[in-house]
């Protein structure tokens, strides 16, 4: 049974992590794989596709050093289907992969689900399920549907949690939380990527 689960959450792993993984052309080794350092010289970086505007999806994928959070967006349909929509603009907050592959639980799991569900709460296809449902409300956490963002507004998440910055001793700060943005570099026509050193909201 626990190795059943194991090979489970390892496979949903995989799977999520792959289609990050097919855009760095470097596989993961595994869930807590390493870390990639961001590319020196992307020769991709800096050509727009196909000579028309630059939009989110086009940029997310690029900075290897967010390629854990830019995976999960491309697998939850309404977010990429946003990403990818130059008449929608967006604030995606995109923490870096560290803060992801350090956090107590995979995104996709919940306390919630354990103490409800037991060991097994991810297996089978309600499993699946109950993850792809959770990994979406992490992904919504950090997807501000507004660009740009004047700072202390609050707005609400695609999750509905209410969100603003500020400027602390020369730092961008993402509140609640005091997440500090490190890159704000992505400035694309739909809307910009910051990098975070945190995730928001993991409760
Ligand atoms: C969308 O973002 C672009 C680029 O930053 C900006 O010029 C435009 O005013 C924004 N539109 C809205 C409705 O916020």
Redesign the pocket.
Known sequence: MRSTRALTLLLGAVSIYSVSARHVQKPFMDNLGPVMPPAASDPSATTPPDGGSVILCDVLGRDRSINIFAGFTRDIEAISKRLSDGQQ?TTVLAPVNSAITNLPRKPWESNEDYNKLGADAYEGKPGEDRAHANLRTFVEEHIVP???WPEGAKLKTLAGTEVWWEMKDGKKIVQPGNIEVTSTAS?V????VWIMKGARNYA
Not at 189 to 192: K, L, V
């Open positions: 603009n507004e660009s740009p400035k026509a739909n809307g910009q």
